[in-house]
């Protein structure tokens, strides 16, 4: 017996966030002032990781500039302080379109989301301590997004590679280089709503654990 196929309609979402991970960028600036960014447009293959970052931002500038960054993994507990962030940039004077959207300048963004900066091993800026999975990272290349109708381009994206991953002891198999799905939970950023993951509904063939 065949089951109903549900009926699809054609509509134009504002936004096209269909589920991915948040991340916290640390940079830093020209004068070693340490930024870091909120941000959900990023994806990974092997050691290399591409970020869809706003051109406009700091963080970008920084990495742009500086070639180095952290993509710190927040999970749930972490959520609160992204939201702190997200109105926050390291930019001053805050943009005005930025202004019309409620951002406001903000000089320590470690202290204001109450985080924890701590050294990194290859890079210049620190990692988040409080994020279970931190990712030191250098820019290999960049490419402006396409203007439309003769804008400037609104977002960057950004190809880094991976020179170091850290991760939380209790999110690892035991004598493994495994991250352990049933206790990893990334934070996820779903049409602009924060999720965590549910129970595991199954594995891949290629899962080694």
Known sequence: MSHAIPVSIEISPSVLYFGT????????????????????????LGDRVVLGMARAS????????????????????????????APTTGRSPVP????????????DKFALAQLTPVASRFVAPPRVA???????????????????DGDDPEFTLL????????????IVVPNSQHIDTQ??????????????TGPRLGRNFRAEH
């Open 183 to 196: 206790r990893w939970s990334p934070l996820l950023y779903v049409f602009r709503h924060y999720f965590g």
């Open 96 to 107: 005005v379109h930025k202004q019309a959207m409620g951002y406001r300048h903000e000089a």
């Open 21 to 44: 991970p948040v991340a916290l960028i640390s940079t830093f600036d020209a004068h070693g002032q340490v930024n870091l960014s909120p941000m959900s447009s990023l994806w990974a």
């Open 130 to 148: 409080d994020c279970p999975l931190q990712m030191e990272v250098r820019l290999l290349a960049a490419h402006d997004a396409s203007p439309v």
């Open 159 to 170: 190809e880094a590679q991976v020179l170091q991953v850290h991760a939380h002891q209790d």
């Open 58 to 85: 700091q963080g970008c500038d920084n990495f742009l500039q500086t070639r180095e960054a952290v993509i710190n993994l927040p999970g749930p507990l972490q959520c609160g302080a992204v939201e702190v962030l």
